[in-house]
């Protein structure tokens, strides 16, 4: 099973609103990741998490907050957004942190923030 | 340092001719080298990819791609287009040394003419 599942698919929020973004694998991957992919462009990556600790922050806003609460699952929790954060968020998992391991990505949530 | 510069934006094909996309890559280590595929509100899957085993890989639904060092570049093919194949396609380099960072090409759009 190369399976990576997303929740919801679609989210439409208001910019004082709180939602979250969930994530789950069950590969037995330790690393997991958050992209952001605006229309037209390549995916661009949020956070990186490696045996459930967050390994690397792109510089992303306080905003989006992310959790990893075991290995199997993440998420990304959303306060305040802009409309200019509407995008497609996908999430990943490989078997390890380090270039030599292929990503499997889920299919991405779809959010419109009005 | 990565990088990765797809030559094309857009590419079409009649049905049942060969796909060519063209990927050259910059990285100052051994790279690892993937092709994924992203077809409209969806996803990204993992096509291929190239760890330094054989230069030819061989990936899902009939495509390769041939890695040479010389060139440095890591283009896809596929002998005969299928509608189906009408998509996305990314060129993704990522170091070996480090943290799991794929570095993205700006994508290709395939158009398959019927």
């Known amino acids: 099973d190369t399976e990576v599942t997303q929740t919801p698919k679609h989210l439409v929020m208001g910019m004082t609103n709180k939602k979250s973004l969930k994530c789950e694998q069950h590969m037995g991957h330790r690393a997991m990741y958050w992209y952001k992919q605006k229309a037209k462009k390549p995916p661009e990556l949020m956070f990186v998490y490696s045996y459930e600790k967050l390994s690397i922050n792109e510089s992303v806003p306080s905003r989006f907050s992310p959790e990893c609460p075991n290995s199997s699952l993440l998420n990304l929790h959303l306060h305040a957004l802009q409309p200019e954060d509407s995008a497609l968020y996908l999430c990943?998992?490989?078997?390890?942190?380090?270039?030599?391991?292929?990503?499997?990505f889920g299919p991405g949530t779809r959010l419109t923030v009005t | 340092a990565q990088s990765v510069t797809q030559l094309d934006s857009h590419v079409s094909v009649s049905e049942g001719t060969p796909v060519l996309l063209r990927c050259n890559y910059s990285s100052s280590y051994s790279p690892s080298l993937f092709w994924y595929v992203q077809h409209p509100n969806k996803g990204l899957q993992l096509l291929l990819k190239y760890t330094s085993a054989a230069t030819l890989v061989k990936g899902i639904n009939g495509f390769e791609a041939e890695f040479k060092k010389s060139e440095t570049s890591f283009h896809l093919t596929k002998p005969s287009a299928h509608m189906s194949d009408a998509a996305e396609y990314f060129c993704v380099v990522s170091d070996r040394t480090g943290a799991n960072n794929l570095f993205f090409g700006t994508g290709t759009r395939l158009t398959v003419i019927p």
């Open positions: 990943a998992s490989s078997q390890d942190e380090g270039g030599f391991y292929e990503q499997y």
